[in-house]
């Protein structure tokens, strides 16, 4: 379910003026107006209503500037039908010639804004510029500020981005801070409109800062919630469910209690993209009382459409049904123009479940027409159209629809040009792939399938690996699937995990099969099971583990008469696969045994980077870049004591002509970053790692501190920045492939940085390591390639060397973190 995003704005609609001779209410009305400024909503309402019994009856002027100030306190708690009424009347004639008449002007155009009531609001912004214009220029910002709210809401973006670029030319000429702050969120409000996602997190970053430094609070809370609605249009739900929770917390905080209600709603659809069904339907619930006791009906039908896709998740139809019917009661009668594209959108969906599908195409067709629809509602739109076509035998036009769909995300994710923002892309829209590949397996086109879903692996790996530009969708792989595993000698091993049932292809030198699996659903959880039992640092050979024998048969029995004993397998995993180790799967005949003592197994990125991984020849000489001793930098990160016997018997497998070592105080991120890595063959990092499950390239590396400087992090958005050509980088440490899978390119931490920076293959750990016995499994790797083995290869040898033995270390939680993974 797509988030609006739309009261967010009206929040940042609000602002001070001038100060007139100092008097008692003078006084009252500056401290009133400074409470305002600061977001104190709550406070102020109370000071205003005391101040206007006080001194109202004084003199007109009194009492209209007290009545305008409790209008906007009105307007910031979401009441604005209260506002018209404290502002209904006329000013008296010797008024006029103060800004009150403008002021008066402006906040009912405000109040109208908010009702949805766009005509009156435009006839009353408009005399209110007038006004200004004519007599007090310095309010003019305020009242361009407004207008470019009106005209966002009516869906004209391009309109607001000029009234809001002239509003903060405006502001600064006169000197109104609070206007500059308005209009900077404004600007990044109408960039998340627009699509324009990357343009957007930047500004709301501008705007949060600034409202921060003059202590707006309010504006705070509109800039953060915001920035949670355009991370959710990017698919970062993670970061998007923090900055609504600490948006809601400061609407509510400031008294700006529809606003957090609004923001409840945008933390209720980001844990329904993340499968927290309970969590999200119990807030759901709970914001919806509050909005129909409050009478907000934009939160009241955002909650409604949310509980509707809630029930749809949880296959309880009947109920969807009723709660997007009193939505659409309410979106027809024209009490909430804001919310009618997703409302409609949700009854295009239901229709669809119902097999009404005239009703549901003429609801799909009524938001793309709509040239406000956004990319998100309009590939959610294009899916639904192709899933009626298909479900009433119209197959040629339902690939068209589904093509269209993925074009839409596509074209969305190519205006994105940061890298972290662009990562999590793909988690709104993968989906419509996983639709698109339900059909294609469905009509007996498996080939196609495995082409539709390659197209949605490693986009943004393999944009950091071609310097040109984006990648462009290509029709068809560049090299065959089977003669990809032709030249590996490999099978491989094609994963995609899907919400009504998944699929596996085995790719071979001579043929390519394919197998459904069971749904995500089913194998997600017993995923997590053992990879918890893992942790606990158990045997699970030993005790007969279930999940482990239940995942050997799941995910590779389909496949076991195309996969040649003691061959190399190449996976390529999807979902919570990519934190699962195959290796530790527990193979039950001819005795249960661990797979990884039947094959020799690797982990790709995407087909169309192993065809170019598999292009490149060995490097012809050996060399060695060694990081690690480091010193240490605080108690978090303690001295490794076995770090300078690891880094000796690394370093003994290579010519000491033909090795560099930073080590001990000169282990820095400025040493490493300075020095040409791209010249070596293999680099090893012997130290701490730390992974960002939030922030996937804040992942570091932990080296020694910088002189003169706190820095001791080498993150992986630094690693990106240096070019490798590196046959090999081992990053033994902690955590070094992540914690956080992006949908469609697999974990992303310290591994992916390396890969992503040119490396040809990574070792990197799916979680802590041991400090004892690390050691030894090094040495055992580089006395494999030293010996002329593979990557690959060596890496096995090592490991079945601590599973054979007779000391603890044969565990998997010892030897079985260490993953291989080839990239590029």
């Not at 469910?241 to 980001?270: I, P, V």
């Not at 009241?300 to 509980?307: D, G, P, S, W, Y």
């Not at 009504?500 to 085995?506: A, E, I, K, N, P």
């Not at 400090?771 to 040898?797: F, I, K, V």
Request: contains cysteine; charged residues 20%.
């Amino acid at each position: 379910m797509r988030f609006a995003g739309r009261l967010g704005i009206f929040a940042a609609c609000l602002a001070v003026w001038g100060c007139a001779p100092r008097s008692s209410p003078q006084a009252a009305y500056d401290q009133i107006a400074k409470q305002i400024a600061h977001g104190d909503y709550n406070t102020a309402l109370s000071q205003v209503n005391l101040a206007s019994a006080k001194f109202a009856a004084d003199s007109p002027q009194w009492d209209w500037s007290f009545r305008i100030q409790k209008a906007r306190i009105l307007i910031a708690r979401s009441e604005a039908k209260e506002a018209l009424d404290v502002l209904n009347g006329p000013l008296p004639a010797s008024l006029n010639s103060t800004e009150l008449p403008t002021l008066k002007k402006l906040f009912e155009g405000n109040a109208q804004i908010y009702l949805q009531q766009f005509d009156k609001s435009q006839a009353e912004l408009s005399e209110a510029e007038h006004l200004a214009a004519s007599s007090h220029p310095r309010l003019l910002s305020q009242v361009l500020n407004a207008q470019a709210t009106l005209s966002a809401s009516r869906g004209n973006y391009a309109e607001a981005e000029r009234e809001y670029t002239q509003a903060l030319k405006l502001a600064d000429e006169y000197g109104r801070e609070d206007q500059k702050v308005v209009a900077q969120v404004g600007l990044a409000w109408v960039a998340t409109l627009q699509g324009h996602f990357d343009q957007a997190a930047e500004r709301g970053q501008t705007a949060l800062q600034l409202a921060r430094s003059f202590g707006m609070q309010n504006h705070v809370a509109t800039t953060l919630g915001n920035l949670g609605w355009n991370y959710s249009e990017l698919g970062d739900f993670y970061t998007a469910l923090e900055f609504f929770k600490q948006s809601a917390q400061e609407s509510a905080r400031s008294g700006m209690s529809g606003r957090s209600a609004y923001w409840f709603t945008g933390m209720a659809n980001a844990y329904i993209v993340l499968h927290q069904y309970a969590l999200a339907e119990d807030l759901a619930r709970s914001t919806l009382q509050r909005a129909r006791e409050s009478k907000n009906a934009e939160v009241t039908v955002t909650c409604l459409n949310t509980l509707a896709d809630i029930m749809l998740h949880t296959h309880r139809d009947a109920e969807a049904k009723k709660f997007n019917q009193e939505a659409l009661e309410i979106v027809e009668a024209g009490q909430n123009k804001f919310s009618a594209l997703d409302t409609w959108a949700m009854a295009g969906r239901i229709y669809t479940t119902r097999n009404d599908f005239a009703s549901a195409e003429q609801m799909y067709e009524r938001v793309l027409s709509d040239p406000s629809a956004g990319p998100v509602l309009r590939w959610v739109c294009y899916a639904g159209l192709a899933r009626t076509k298909d479900d009433q035998g119209k197959y040629t036009e339902a690939d068209r629809l589904f093509l269209q769909a993925i074009s839409t995300i596509e074209e969305a994710r190519q205006s994105v040009d940061h890298d972290e923002l662009r990562l999590s892309f793909l988690t709104s829209g993968i989906a419509i792939y996983g639709q698109y590949i339900d059909f294609l397996m469905r009509r007996g086109r498996p080939r196609d399938a495995l082409n539709e879903a390659e197209l949605s692996r490693a986009r943004t790996l393999g944009e950091g690996l071609n310097s040109s530009s984006k990648l462009t969708r290509t029709p068809s792989l560049r090299v065959p699937p089977q003669q990809l595993a032709q030249r590996f000698k490999a099978t491989l091993l094609f994963y995609w995990l899907g919400e009504r049932q998944s699929y596996l292809w085995v790719i071979t030198p001579k043929q390519t099969a394919y197998f459904t699996l069971p749904a995500a659903a089913q194998i997600e959880p017993i995923v997590k099971s053992y990879d918890e039992a893992l942790l606990k640092i158990s045997d699970p050979l030993a005790s007969a583990n279930p999940d482990g024998q239940k995942l050997y048969s799941m995910l590779i029995e389909p496949a076991k008469k195309l996969i040649p004993a003691n061959s190399h397998v190449i996976l390529l995993p999807d979902g919570s696969l990519y934190g699962l180790n195959f290796e530790t799967l527990i193979v039950a005949d001819p005795k249960p045994h661990y797979w990884i003592e039947d094959e020799t197994l690797s982990t790709g990125s995407s087909l169309t980077l192993l065809a170019s991984s598999g292009a490149r020849a060995a490097p012809k000489e050996k060399t060695l870049f060694l990081v690690g001793d480091t010193i240490s930098p605080n108690d978090n990160f303690p001295k490794l004591v076995q770090a300078a016997d690891e880094m000796k018997d690394v370093e003994r497998h290579f010519a000491e002509s033909r090795t560099k070592v930073l080590s001990g105080i000169g282990a820095t991120p400025a040493a490493y970053l300075s020095s040409d890595s791209r010249q070596y063959s293999y680099l090893h990092f012997v130290t701490h790692g730390t992974a960002s499950r939030s922030r996937p390239l804040e992942s570091a590396v932990i080296l020694s501190k910088d002189k003169d400087e706190e820095s001791y992090k080498l993150y992986a958005r630094d690693i990106v920045t240096r070019h490798l050509s590196a046959e090999l980088v081992t990053i033994s440490a902690c955590n070094g492939a992540g914690t956080r899978a992006f949908s469609g390119e697999g974990l992303v931490g310290l591994s992916w940085a390396f890969l992503r920076a040119g490396a040809h293959n990574v070792i990197g750990a799916l979680w802590e390591v041991s400090d004892t016995s690390t050691p030894q499994l090094m040495d055992g790797l580089y006395d494999g390639l030293s010996h002329g083995q593979d990557p690959a290869t060596a890496l096995r040898a090592a490991k079945l060397s601590l599973l054979h033995s007779d000391s603890v270390f044969r565990k998997p939680y010892y030897w079985a973190p260490f993953q291989l993974y080839s990239g590029s």
